[in-house]
């Protein structure tokens, strides 16, 4: 009798630990399935935009990550030219502070910072304006796709048609950015030996902002705005 009870406990437990080991395997494919699907989902939000449009869509985590890669090395002149405001200088040596000698960390701090602070206006058409500005079509199409990149360029192209003069702009800018012009060179990577140059040919600090600004634009290819570069 006790031989029989123990052979039936002994199948019970083979039961369940069969029953255990099918949940487990489930849950592990379960588990694939889910990786499988997120990766299908950030490479299809990432890269492959054809399906629909997505210009008007919030920027997703995965573009985020991808985009903190491509944009690296001019994280903050794109951090400077955000819209719809850009960030203050004081938060961009925040960000270098918390993450030195890695750029691409303060490259996707300042991206996360953005969509944090702007939720829904953090969206794809206005990352895409910003990084055409500052010369990254490039790294716009490598992360939205050439098709969305395309349209909203057409779309700046038929609204610049009305817009101010750049060059007043610039010069209100030079008047805001005054005796701080030193400051702004270095954050934008300009070298000390250009403003050295700068300060020698330029005598008022407004001047020298000005050459300073006129300089940056040429070497990015952005026609500024001033609500764009302020902080």
Not at 2 to 15: I, L, M, N, P, Y
Not at 60 to 88: D, N, T
Request: net charge negative.
């Amino acid at each position: 009798m006790s031989a029989r009870k123990t052979g039936a406990t002994t199948d019970e437990e083979k039961e369940t630990d069969n029953e255990t080991d099918s949940c487990v395997k489930s849950d592990n494919e379960a588990m694939v399935t889910l990786e499988l699907q997120v990766q299908q989902l950030t490479l299809s939000e990432g890269s492959d935009p054809s399906s629909r449009d997505r210009a008007g869509l919030v920027v997703s985590s995965g573009q985020l990550r991808f985009l903190s890669f491509v944009i690296a090395p001019k994280w903050r002149h794109v951090a400077y030219c955000l819209k719809p405001e850009p960030m203050e200088r004081r938060v961009v040596k925040d960000v270098i502070f918390q993450y030195p000698n890695n750029v691409q960390e303060q490259a996707m701090e300042m991206l996360q910072m953005w969509k944090d602070r702007h939720g829904l206006k953090a969206s794809v058409h206005v990352m895409c304006e910003v990084l055409i500005n500052v010369g990254c079509k490039a790294e716009a199409e490598e992360v939205f796709g050439q098709d969305t990149v395309k349209k909203i360029h057409s779309h700046m192209s038929d609204s610049d048609s009305g817009s101010e003069n750049p060059d007043r702009l610039l010069y209100e800018l030079a008047e805001e950015v005054g005796i701080d012009w030193q400051e702004l060179a270095l954050d934008v990577d300009m070298r000390q030996h250009e403003i050295n140059i700068i300060e020698s040919d330029a005598r008022t600090p407004k001047q020298q902002a000005w050459k300073m600004l006129c300089q940056w634009r040429s070497k990015i290819g952005i026609d500024f705005n001033i609500d764009e570069v302020r902080s």
